[in-house]
């Protein structure tokens, strides 16, 4: 903010320059006086009350605030604060002379006050007075210096120099050495201002006597207190050497390119020694160079070769002053200087610093800004000229702000689920030769709004689950995918309200709220409940939620879970069973019954079949396997027994298969005018007498008796018939008349057609006729409970 303020104040500074070359153009008259001369010490806090302007200026109170008085310095840094209500000028930051100025003496800071309405200028100084706050430094901590043993007394020797930031009188002063018998030191003043040490000897040399002296060097400033550094002088006595080296040019000049890469030769040096042997070899050093030489140059101590050890830069540092020293084998040096400049090139790419920066952008939103950056280059001319732009394919536009500034913002609203990130890459290319380029990359974002709704896998599931089912057991699983993120893309899966009121959906699935699994809560019947359909929804975590819903439908398999059940003939119920009149006159295929059944399962469970599983006569009965029909399987005879017993197996054809059996009881009968011989007790197979037995019996007896047996089978034979005309007097049937009594037993199960009978019962002898009628095409009807078909059977004869 300070910089942009004084980027403005400059350009103020610069128009309201314009405007009064214009106003000195047009002939008319502007003034530039002195306001004072100020002064200042070095570190004091900002804030500090330097003068009042007001009353120097001569000016009003208020005066300074109504024609908008400001202060500009010549470097348009704002280091100096004026307080226009009250006309006092203040320091803005604290203030380092050794900073500003360096060793230059004095350290003047130059400043302008401007006033409008009308324009005048007043031109002002600050001057910064140094401190003591620096004390003088050697740099190094140890000297060595070799004299010759033949050195006459006041023979000087040049030391090393102390370094002081401060100046004047708080600078470098003097030195001042141990004291010792031979030597002294002395101060001098170097053409540059700089104070040095001089080492003088005072009495001659003995190496035998005495090889080395240490002393102490203290260099002493003006300050008060006065601050001091010392450093450590080893005197080495040599022999005689008393020619020294003298560079062949002095100074050496030479050009290097600030793009040399390090090892470039930049200079060599040569020096020469009138000496011979030892003394005459020379070599070569950097002499009090200083920390930013010694890091940038070094020379080859043979060759004199300089090469650099660091790269340089133009807009740093564009020359270098480097002292030189050449040293023979006796110890004896000689000074030399070589002058370096740096020759400026395009080596500095474009810069580009961001100031504000937006690294998530919302879905949907409108044209929104990026980014705001600056981009710079330090070089001049065509190599600062810069370029900036970014890719074409992106949604992203760039707009010149002001001066260097550039703003990226959104071309079109963003949609996450089309591209959830970008990455812009801003390109800056100077105009140099040849160009340089920098790019940065700025990764974008696009946060996720609840845009969409969650969508089933299917718009309708169907589901299989055989019944019997254990409760809990897994039917199966929905799914639904969400294009958005986060907590927008966290599905919750849920059963919606049934649309049928009368199904309890509750009871019978439960879902897996986060996974979808659905399962069965209690087993299932098939014969209760084949199928049934329910809505399932999925909803998001977005606010406000959305959601989508999809069709499920349970399919029920059936399993053989139901046995045949016989309709008909009907249990006996603990009484006697009915049996099945059969006229022996029947012709092979008669129908002699049906065994109805039905099967609670459906589809190959409830598919039956029959077959004759035990007979009293094999081969005489056959039952059709499709539709359970008992028939002749040949003609009647005479010697066929009169009862039969017939099992009859109904078996489904599930896996695995269920059966149930039913007995059949068949009596066969001569005609409708034979009665019916009632059935022992007891449902025993071959339980009847034998008739032969019986014969034998009588004949036997017959014997004992013939008399009275032929009498008595003469008076039974009168009475039976007798009896018999009775019979057919008091039970004859006209001919198309049938009684109201009819049982109907339709094609319930497998019956292929129905039948009707017609049951009489007479009132006295309690026996009862039963009659075959044609077959019709009517629904089964089962006998009424009441009906006295089961016990007027027992005494019924049948006609053909």
Not at 62 to 83: I, M, P
Not at 216 to 227: F, H, I, K, Q
Not at 454 to 481: D, K, M
Not at 509 to 521: P, T
Request: aromatic share 8%; proline share 6%; hydrophobic share 40%.
């Amino acid at each position: 903010m300070a910089e942009s303020a004084t980027k403005a104040g400059g350009e103020r500074f610069l128009r309201q320059r314009q405007v009064l070359l214009l106003f000195v153009l047009m002939g008319g008259s502007l003034t530039v006086s002195e306001c004072g001369r100020y002064a200042v010490a070095e570190e004091t806090e900002r804030g500090f009350f330097i003068a009042n302007l007001a009353k120097d200026l001569g000016l009003g109170t208020g005066e300074l605030a109504a024609r908008s008085a400001r202060v500009v310095s010549d470097d348009d840094k704002q280091r100096l604060q004026l307080d226009r209500q009250t006309g006092d000028l203040l320091l803005r930051e604290k203030l380092d002379r050794e900073e500003l100025c360096g060793p230059i003496e004095p350290c003047v800071l130059h400043f302008q006050v401007f006033l409008e309405k009308p324009v005048q200028f007043f031109q002002g100084e600050l001057l910064i007075q140094d401190i003591n706050d620096h004390s003088p430094v050697f740099p190094d901590r140890e000297m060595f210096l070799n004299i010759p043993e033949n050195s006459r007394p006041g023979t000087l020797f040049p030391l090393k120099l102390a370094q002081d930031l401060d100046v004047g009188s708080n600078g470098l002063q003097k030195y001042t050495i141990s004291p010792n018998s031979h030597f002294h030191v002395r101060t001098r003043n170097h053409s540059e201002g700089k104070k040095y040490p001089e080492l003088v000897q005072e009495k001659a040399l003995d190496r035998e006597e005495q090889q080395e002296f240490g002393l102490t060097l203290t260099a002493l400033d003006g300050g008060s207190p006065p601050r001091s550094g010392a450093v450590m002088v080893r005197v080495i006595i040599l022999d005689v050497n008393d020619n020294a080296p003298e560079f062949v040019h002095n100074p050496y000049e030479a050009q290097v390119l600030e793009n040399s890469p390090v090892g470039f030769p930049v200079v060599r040096v040569s020096a020469r020694d009138a000496d011979s042997g030892n003394f005459a070899s020379v070599s070569y050093n950097l002499f009090q160079a200083s920390d930013e030489i010694q890091q940038t140059f070094s020379i080859n101590n043979v060759t004199g070769e300089i090469q650099l050890i660091k790269k340089l830069d133009f807009e740093k540092i564009n020359s270098y002053h480097v002292d030189i020293e050449a040293t023979d084998g006796g110890g004896l040096s000689g000074k030399g200087t070589v002058i370096i400049e740096v020759m400026d090139v395009n080596d500095n790419a474009p810069e580009l610093t961001l100031s504000s920066l937006t690294s998530s952008i919302p879905e949907n939103a409108p044209e929104t800004v990026v980014s705001i950056f600056r981009i710079r280059d330090r070089d001049a001319g065509d190599n600062g000229k810069m370029i900036c732009s970014i890719p074409d394919n992106l949604p992203f536009i760039l707009k010149p702000t002001f001066k260097n500034f550039y703003t990226l913002l959104t071309e079109r609203p963003l949609d996450r689920e089309q591209r959830a990130e970008y990455n812009i890459t801003i390109t800056v290319t100077d105009l140099g030769s040849p160009r340089l380029k920098t790019e940065h990359t700025i990764r974008v974002l696009v946060s996720d709004v609840n845009d969409n709704a969650p969508t089933f896998t299917q718009t309708s599931y169907t589901l299989f689950i055989r019944e019997n089912n254990s409760p809990g057991l897994h039917l199966g699983t929905v799914s639904a995918t969400d294009r958005d993120a986060g907590a927008n893309a966290q599905v919750t899966y849920s059963l919606l309200p049934p649309r049928d009121p009368h199904l309890a959906l509750a009871s019978l699935v439960s879902i897996h709220a986060e996974r979808g699994h659905l399962f069965a809560l209690r087993a299932l019947d098939f014969e209760a409940l084949r199928a049934f359909e329910f809505r399932v929804g999925a909803a998001d975590a977005g606010s406000p939620a959305l959601s989508s819903e999809a069709l499920v439908r349970v399919v029920v398999v059936d399993d053989n879970d139901h046995a045949p059940l016989v309709l008909y003939p009907p249990a006996p119920n603990g009484s006697a069973p009915c049996p099945e009149l059969v006229p022996r006159a029947a012709e092979e295929g008669y129908l002699v019954s049906k065994v109805v059944a039905v099967d609670g399962d459906a589809g190959q469970n409830a598919w039956l079949s029959y077959q004759l599983l035990k007979a009293t006569e094999p081969g005489l009965f056959h039952v059709w396997a499709h539709n359970g029909e008992v028939r002749t399987a040949r003609p009647l005879g005479e010697r066929d027994v009169a009862q039969h017993r017939l099992v009859v197996l109904v078996q489904d054809h599930g896996e695995p298969a269920l059966s149930a059996s039913v007995t059949l009881h068949v009596l066969l009968v001569d005609g409708f005018s034979q009665p019916y011989l009632p059935r022992p007790e007891g449902a025993r197979d071959e339980a009847q007498a034998d008739w032969l037995t019986v014969y034998l019996v009588i004949a036997l007896a017959s014997v004992s008796s013939l008399f009275l047996c032929s009498v008595l089978l003469f008076v039974g034979l009168r009475v039976c018939r007798r009896r018999r005309a009775a019979w057919e007097q008091h039970y004859s049937v006209p001919e198309g008349h049938f009684p109201s009594h009819l049982v109907d037993v339709s094609g319930t199960g497998t019956l292929s057609q129905s039948y009707q009978y017609e049951v009489s019962v007479t009132g006295d002898s309690r026996t009862g006729e039963f009659k075959f009628l044609k077959p019709i095409t009517s629904n089964l009807l089962v006998p009424e409970p009441g009906r006295e078909v089961k016990e007027n059977c027992r005494n019924s004869s049948v006609f053909s």
